[in-house]
């Protein structure tokens, strides 16, 4: 499967390079604009996250839920940076996989067909909410076909139709290629679905009340890792373990946002009464986030480097995982 997956994403990439050099290339000045249509609701229902929360809690959960810039405190946002947790604070794949793959792990409770219902109810009113932006359109079709087949029991064809649906967005629109939360939302996607697994098996002697988030974690981080240098400059030497720490909470922080909005849009004291939830775990969220930020050493700062060196990088990287799914009898998905 590894060496069909392997032959797939080359063909993908041929493809790719035949539709740029058709059309001309992408545009380095692109950027992402999402739809404004219903940029109202998402101000009214910013507002209500004010109303009911305080600040900058109601900041980080607006950009979590609404992906709304409600400009958090630029030491915050250093602080972010600093430790390799500022793309948890904006809308993106990393966290709609994470939520999606919460819901999933219900349905020994609720049963298989239950959970797809969910989670698919959750990714669409999930768009919804952030306008149908462009980069949350994507995440969502992403996330939804991938989870659909693992949900349906062809795990084997999860990171195949990731891939797949990948290759035919950037056939429809090169320029996503440049988009950050394009990059973010496939690389921490294929890292949940594909590399958790392989790496929670690997963590047989970790208690199994951590050993999930923690292979989700490391996964997600190591996929996304050059992305996140890349563009911000920063390497963190603490990430894995301040992500570790926090990625827990943020299912629970986004489906009581939710609750916050449903009931706050009733009632101002429900609404207060439900952002209590939210607001103690973004209280430990900021908490952990400041605290490895102001350990000694924190991050380094890191020059620009080639796209060689982080293509090299997944290279070893795939090479480490077909090892290592060799080595259990595993099959990459």
Request: proline letters at 4%; hydrophobic letters at 55%.
């Amino acid at each position: 499967m590894a060496i069909r997956l392997i032959f797939i994403t080359a063909v993908w990439l041929v493809v790719f390079a035949a539709r740029i050099i058709q059309f001309g290339g992408v545009d380095p000045t692109y950027r992402d604009e999402g739809s404004q249509a219903l940029q109202p609701l998402r101000d009214s229902l910013a507002q209500t996250l004010d109303n009911n929360l305080p600040y900058p809690q109601s900041a980080i959960l607006a950009g979590i839920l609404l992906g709304v810039d409600k400009n958090l405190p630029v030491a915050l946002k250093n602080d972010l940076k600093a430790t390799s947790t500022i793309h948890m604070i904006v809308v993106s794949g990393q966290n709609l996989s994470i939520v999606a793959g919460f819901l999933i792990g219900l349905a020994g409770f609720l049963g298989r067909k239950k959970a797809l219902i969910l989670s698919l109810g959750l990714i669409a009113f999930y768009s919804i909410l952030t306008g149908f932006e462009v980069p949350v359109v994507r995440a969502a079709i992403m996330v939804s076909l991938a989870y659909l087949a693992q949900i349906l029991g062809r795990e084997n064809l999860s990171s195949w139709i990731l891939f797949l649906t990948g290759g035919a967005m950037l056939l429809y629109n090169p320029n996503w290629l440049l988009s950050i939360s394009f990059q973010l939302s496939f690389l921490a996607t294929f890292g949940v679905i594909a590399v958790a697994p392989i790496i929670v098996k690997r963590l047989s002697k970790v208690p199994s009340i951590l050993r999930e988030d923690l292979g989700v974690t490391i996964a997600a981080q190591v996929m996304v890792l050059p992305v996140i240098v890349y563009n911000f400059g920063q390497l963190s030497l603490f990430g894995i373990v301040a992500n570790l720490l926090i990625l827990w909470s943020i299912p629970l922080v986004m489906v009581s946002g939710f609750l916050v909005l449903a009931l706050g849009l009733i009632d101002n004291l429900l609404g207060t009464l439900a952002g209590l939830i939210p607001s103690i775990l973004l209280t430990y969220f900021i908490y952990i986030v400041e605290f490895f930020a102001k350990l000694p050493g924190a991050s380094l700062q890191v020059g620009e480097s080639g796209i060689v060196m982080w293509v090299g990088y997944y290279f070893l990287i795939g090479a480490v995982i077909w090892v290592l799914s060799r080595n259990q009898g595993d099959k990459l998905t």
